[in-house]
């Protein structure tokens, strides 16, 4: 073979893509996408590290050294503090302390204290409202003790705070609030006081302070001062440790770094592989057909001589080229909205975020890997499209495109890979855990789970032509209700099954992706609401001590406005069980439906309706320890004498407030229960922690007034569990479906790219209808009608696929949590998704429609 023929073959393939670039975007336009989704994920990770790095530490960048003390001493004194401040050389010294102390009149109200300069390059707050502390007794509230402790400059509150002379005792200390500051360092998760580090010792037991950073003068040496101030400690404070505040800064970002956000980096790497992969399946559909409509070219270049590899090569050099033009283009897209995000979140959002940098190397791998990807997706179609022989290669483009069935191989492949999914769901169903099973191995389960999950997948690719048509029969039967157009929307889609088999799968897996993470987050909320309506069933719990509370006080409670649903009950101790194995369980007569929670509370068997005098519902332990479910009857000790009661529903674990056994208050009568309350609990009458701070305040005032004994009375918080609850909720949900999205963005861009180049491949046909009297507006609405027929194949295959497996994924994660189907959301899903991409249609449709029917009816492509 000439080896001119190389440089011909090639030269061809390149001269065509030049010659046709809006080709060149549309069949890369995928691969542009997840580059731009991959590199806009570094920037966004580069964003965060630097974020964290240079704001949310707790040494400041300004920190040129950091000494902390010894063990034996545990502080560092003021007087070692003011021998560091004259050293030469020393801009800026600070003590630092972390503390707190309670609010007096509420051994439950604390306030976090923490010294703070206010100002400079150490300080780590900024003021919001008011002026800083200068003076004693003075203190700057973080926003979260502002708005639930009512607290604002120029207010007062009491600390109660250690006595000097004698530490075991506490003294009111009456501090008057200056202004209102947000911490830079830490998350505003309980309610803080600041002061200078002259004005803390009064407020905290500490003999001196827990470190103390230290900022170098312009120009001096770090080693330098580091000297003179290792000879002071030496001298002044035994055992004490000196670190550059670069180290500091450093040990921090990596335990930083290794926890959480590490964490939530390797998750969306699994997403950006997810996303990766289907932007691969797009770009692999898209050279398909384009490949197919350039059939008549490359059976010219077989029938002078071309040989087949030299055609494979050219057309994955064209891949190549593809991959590096929209590669590089995402990159530097990304690149810029990188830049422009830390100025867009200081002007639109008032968040100071730290700029990304230029990560060359990431950018450079980004590209390098749109190309593989790219070079990968072409090496499929550029085989097929190199052994089609002269003659078969002569003929239609649709022809070739429009071929319907699947070989047998890829038959054979797509049964086995679906036979070794079922498998190991099979596997897995044989083997479910129970509530509270012990020594199941999770973590195995769930990759046996997604490995499942995988293959299902890879045979709905393979089998994917033949599901076409069973599912179009349903989903198409609403437009061809609407006549001419709608007929010929189902027709054209289900005249090429592979075409819309390649692209529906994509859609397919980001509808999976999206539904099973809706279905997994309701099962997980359920299972939070079921865990809330245990733990923290009210807002607020009051225990009445050793005395209880007697029912002149419960209805003092009641009667004041700032609280709402308040409840009393009484527990009762009793050992039950067979000999050997007897324990201690609490039965109480708490009422769960006079609580707004009670409703999230499930059962195993029975129903908590059922819940009357002579029976009572029974924890999941109790159960198994008696042997019991609903229907059946069990014995209670009393001091009154064994009374027999039937079990009206079991739990799948321990009932509110960890009890053991819930009756009614007539049978705790029979056992010999008091008549005091042992505790009430009580909701907030309004939402926020403001009307919970007033709602606080309402319980102690009743306390005080009302209660025989106030000091043996206490009162949690339960709400704040809740509110730990529905923060890793909202995180997760907004987590979870902004990485899924990823995929669905691909899939619309898939359902753009394959009407575009169809839109293209059908130009005869389009022309012979308008010639037949067909208008560009049915046209276009026929071409629309089918992109989102796409959109509704790939929701009716991800929905069969999600769902499943999501339901089987939150029983083996938690065993514990309900299977729910959000129905709403999930239908808005797949109703969005049919929307979505019949939009992605538009901008085809009005293209194919502007060609004129004589243009069409000779177009030869």
Request: proline letters at 5%; glycine letters at 10%.
């Amino acid at each position: 073979m000439n080896p001119s023929w190389r440089a011909s073959v090639l030269g061809s393939q390149l001269a065509e893509l030049i010659r046709r670039p809006g080709r060149l975007l549309t069949t890369g336009l995928s691969v542009l996408v997840a580059a731009f989704v991959v590199f806009g994920t570094v920037m966004a990770q580069q964003i965060t590290v630097n974020t964290v790095l240079d704001r949310f530490r707790g040494t400041p960048t300004a920190a040129s050294l950091v000494a902390t003390p010894g063990a034996e001493s545990g502080a560092l004194s003021a007087a070692t503090l003011r021998r560091i401040r004259a050293l030469p050389g020393v801009a800026e010294a600070i003590g630092r302390v972390e503390s707190g102390a309670p609010l007096a009149g509420s051994s439950e109200r604390w306030l976090d204290l923490r010294s703070d300069p206010g100002t400079g390059p150490l300080s780590q707050v900024r003021l919001v409202k008011g002026s800083y502390p200068d003076r004693r007794g003075e203190i700057a509230v973080n926003r979260r003790a502002a708005e639930e402790l009512e607290l604002a400059p120029g207010s007062r509150t009491t600390l109660l705070v250690p006595d000097r002379k004698n530490p075991e005792k506490t003294v009111k200390a009456v501090v008057t609030v200056t202004g209102v500051v947000k911490s830079t360092a830490t998350a505003e998760q309980q309610s803080g006081g600041y002061t200078t580090d002259a004005y803390i010792e009064t407020l905290t037991d500490l003999p001196g302070f827990q470190r103390v950073d230290i900022r170098a003068e312009d120009r001096v040496p770090e080693g330098e001062l580091s000297q003179r101030v290792s000879a002071v400690l030496d001298e002044a404070a035994a055992g004490a440790s000196l670190a550059s505040g670069s180290a500091v800064r450093a040990r921090e970002a990596k335990e930083t770094l290794e926890g959480d956000l590490l964490e939530v980096f390797l998750l969306i790497s699994v997403f950006l592989a997810v996303a990766v992969a289907a932007a691969a399946l797009v770009a692999t559909s898209a050279f398909r057909i384009v490949f197919a409509q350039r059939l008549r070219q490359l059976a010219l270049l077989r029938a002078i001589g071309a040989p087949q590899g030299r055609l494979v090569t050219a057309l994955a050099v064209e891949g190549a080229l593809v991959g590096a033009v929209t590669g590089s283009f995402g990159v530097l897209t990304a690149l810029g909205a990188g830049h422009l995000t830390p100025p867009a979140a200081r002007l639109l959002a008032g968040a100071e975020l730290s700029g990304p940098g230029f990560p060359v190397a990431a950018a450079v791998l980004v590209i390098v890997g749109a190309v593989l990807v790219t070079v990968c997706a072409v090496l499929a179609p550029a085989v097929s499209a190199a052994r089609v022989s002269p003659l078969q290669a002569l003929r239609a483009a649709s022809t070739v495109t429009g071929e319907r069935g699947v070989g047998p191989a890829r038959l054979a492949a797509g049964v086995l890979l679906a036979l070794a999914g079922a498998g190991l769901v099979a596997l897995l169903l044989g083997d479910l855990p129970g509530p509270g099973r012990q020594g199941y191995d999770r973590d195995s389960a769930m990759m046996v789970t997604v490995a499942s999950a995988a293959l299902a997948f890879l045979a709905l690719i393979a089998l994917g032509p033949l599901l076409v048509r069973p599912v179009l029969t349903v989903a198409g039967w609403p437009l061809r209700r609407l006549g001419t157009t709608g007929r010929l929307a189902v027709s054209g889609v289900g005249g090429a099954p592979r075409r819309a088999a390649a692209v529906s799968v994509v859609v397919a897996l980001g509808v999976a992706l999206v539904s099973g993470a809706l279905v997994s987050l309701a099962g997980l909320a359920g299972y939070m609401e079921r865990s809330d309506a245990l733990q923290a069933p009210a807002d607020f719990r009051v225990a009445g001590g050793s005395k209880g509370l007697d029912a002149a006080a419960v209805r003092e409670f009641a009667a004041a406005p700032q609280l709402t649903h308040v409840t009393p009950y009484r527990t009762l101790p009793v050992t039950i069980g067979p000999e050997g194995a007897r324990k201690e369980v609490d039965v109480t007569d708490l009422d769960p439906g006079a609580l707004p929670t009670g409703k999230n509370i499930d059962t195993v068997t029975g129903t908590l309706d059922d819940l009357g005098r002579g029976s009572a519902v029974v924890a999941s332990d109790v159960a198994d320890l008696l042997g019991v479910t609903a229907g059946d009857t069990f014995t209670l000790p009393s001091r009154r004498g064994d009374i027999r009661l039937t079990v009206a529903a079991t739990l799948p674990g321990k009932a509110p407030l960890q009890a053991g056994v819930l009756v009614v208050p007539a049978d705790l009568d029979r056992m010999g229960a008091g008549r005091n309350a042992s505790a009430i609990l009580a909701d907030a009458d309004d939402e926020g922690l403001a009307a919970r701070g007033k709602a606080h305040r309402a319980l102690e005032s009743t306390i005080r007034d009302h209660v025989a004994d106030p000091a043996g009375v206490s009162i949690s918080v339960l709400a704040e569990y809740r509110d730990s609850s529905d923060e890793t909720i909202r995180i997760t949900r907004t987590t979870a479906l902004g990485l899924v999205a990823l995929t669905v963005l691909i899939a619309v861009v898939g359902v753009t790219t394959t009407t575009s180049l169809t839109a293209i491949e059908r130009t005869r046909e389009f022309g012979l209808l308008r010639a037949l009297g067909m208008g560009g507006g049915a046209l276009r609405r026929s071409i629309t009608m089918e992109a989102g027929l796409y959109g509704a194949l790939g929701g009716v295959l991800g929905l069969a696929l999600g769902v499943p497996y999501a339901w089987l994924l939150i029983r083996i994660a938690v065993a514990e949590a309900p299977l729910r189907l959000p129905a709403g959301q999930l239908l808005a899903v797949f109703t969005g998704l049919a929307l979505l991409t019949a939009l992605a249609g538009l901008l085809p449709a009005r293209r194919a429609t502007r060609i004129t029917p004589m243009a069409a009816l000779g177009d030869n492509e």
